[in-house]
């Protein structure tokens, strides 16, 4: 039963990079925040609960009954809000760091640094109390994100961005190389082929039952029925295949089990078959089942972006073609979240960025969106329109907005949000 429960808490990863790749944020938004969110969920949830299997299954003695159900329960949740509490304290503390001694922010590199260092001493604290360092560095990444990012200086935003972009990409390279160097060494250990293709049934058929399965159960209840862009049954799609694909995380995790374990031989090659399986086969076509559902966005985009090489901004005789924001709409509307608009669909508020991103219609070439004025009157037409009904979310965001970041935002004013949101648009269109 042990080998169960680990085996399953491996399998609960998935691999979305492929999948988060090829979708645009700008025109499938909800598309995107949900494989991607999903895919942080699941590596939170396969890391806590393999951790807390783990540590249960290293008692010889130990007996899976009610009892330990509820212990395993306890531990996994312990586990979890431990964790995510160092990682916030610690991103936290860079972030007010950062704002109060103003030292630290001359030099970029030291920035870079000083984040490294916060982030990795984060992990190393969890490790120490026997916690998750994976979540804890996760969590605190965020919250250095989403406070300390704006307390750096310009050459430090930027210079941080592609510093640990670099990284990540070679830090993904390297497992799947060591990966594929390293599967030959296992080969004297048991295999069972039967094994794995009954798993790799579960593992669709599971997969395919918890997402379109279950969301189309709550259709039936109304879910979504008032929605303004509910999901399709393409998106639904995609977040299945997508979600097939076993990658890094179950890989890592399985070379964690302790050699005395009943079945760890067993374990370990049937879990580095599945990644590999599901990494090549579903990997390498998840590229051609998106372009089956959607057609070729990024296609498409080069080709506009191609049309005409000599035209280097938009005429002036154009701009009033273009001051309807719902002519600027991308066509698949399916995809976009209520309420919410594409980075370049409605203009963001006057900042370092404005010059290259938010102008009149001179520069790039791209095309620019109204006036902040026109977004603030668009805001307070709607909410007039339709009062919105408080709930948690809002409270959090309330929270955040007027406790939570005037404590550990240099200077905060309600647009650092639209700075981040230009600086992030510009940062994307110069760097394809």
């Known amino acids: ?13 998935t691999d979305v ?29 396969c890391i806590i609960l393999f951790n807390t299997v783990n540590d249960f299954a290293k008692d010889s003695n130990a007996v899976l009954d009610a009892k330990a159900v509820g212990v ?10 431990v964790s995510i509490i160092l990682g916030l304290v610690f ?31 984060s992990y190393v604290v969890a490790e120490l109390l026997h916690q998750s360092g994976i979540i804890s560095l996760l969590f605190c990444g965020i919250t250095m994100a989403h406070y300390g990012w704006y307390n750096l200086s310009p050459q430090g935003q930027t210079t941080s ?16 190389c060591y990966l594929g160097l390293t599967f030959f060494s296992y080969r004297t250990m048991p295999f069972s082929p039967a094994l794995v293709g009954i798993l790799l049934c ?20 109304k879910y979504e029925s008032k929605h303004p862009n509910p999901l399709n049954y393409k998106e639904l799609v995609f977040i299945w295949y997508s979600g097939l694909i076993r990658g890094a995380i179950a890989f890592g995790l399985v070379l964690r089990i302790e050699s005395t374990f009943p079945g760890r031989d067993l374990i370990v090659t049937t879990c580095l078959t599945l990644v590999l399986f599901s990494t090549i086969v579903f990997g390498s076509t998840v590229g051609l089942v998106s372009n089956c559902l959607f057609g070729d966005m990024h296609g498409k985009k080069k080709d506009e972006s191609v049309k005409d090489p000599n035209v280097e901004a938009v005429d002036e005789d154009d701009e009033d073609e273009l001051s309807d924001p719902n002519e600027a709409v991308s066509s698949d509307s399916s995809s976009e979240r209520s309420g919410f608009h594409g980075p370049n669909q409605y203009p963001l508020a006057d900042s370092q960025y404005s010059g290259s991103l938010v102008n009149d219609g001179s520069g790039d070439g791209f095309t620019r969106a109204p006036s902040g004025s026109q977004v ?14 408080k709930s948690c979310g809002n409270y959090l965001q309330r929270f955040d907005e007027f406790c939570m970041k005037p404590i550990f935002i240099r200077k905060y004013t309600s647009d650092k949000a639209h700075m981040n949101e230009a600086f992030f648009n510009d940062f994307i269109e110069k760097g394809e």
């Open 202 to 221: 579960v593992v669709v058929f599971c997969r395919f039952i918890a997402t379109i399965g279950l969301v189309s159960v709550l259709k039936l209840c």
């Open 72 to 81: 395993i329960t306890l531990e996994f949740l312990l586990l979890g809000v």
């Open 17 to 45: 990079i492929a999948a988060v790749s090829l979708l645009n944020p700008r025109k499938q938004p909800k598309l995107f925040s949900l494989v991607f969110g999903e895919g942080i969920v699941n590596d939170a949830v």
């Open 376 to 389: 603030d009157s668009a805001r307070r037409s709607s909410t007039q329109r339709k009062p919105k009904r």
């Open 1 to 13: 039963m042990m080998e169960i429960l680990l085996m399953c808490s491996l399998l609960c990863a």
């Open 161 to 176: 961005s592609v510093v640990f972009q670099f990284l990540g990409f070679i830090a993904e390279g390297f497992v799947f």
């Open 91 to 121: 991103g936290l503390g860079q972030s007010y760091l950062m704002k109060k001694v103003r030292s630290l922010t001359r030099d970029p590199v030291a920035e870079c640094a000083i984040i490294f260092a916060v982030a990795y001493i």
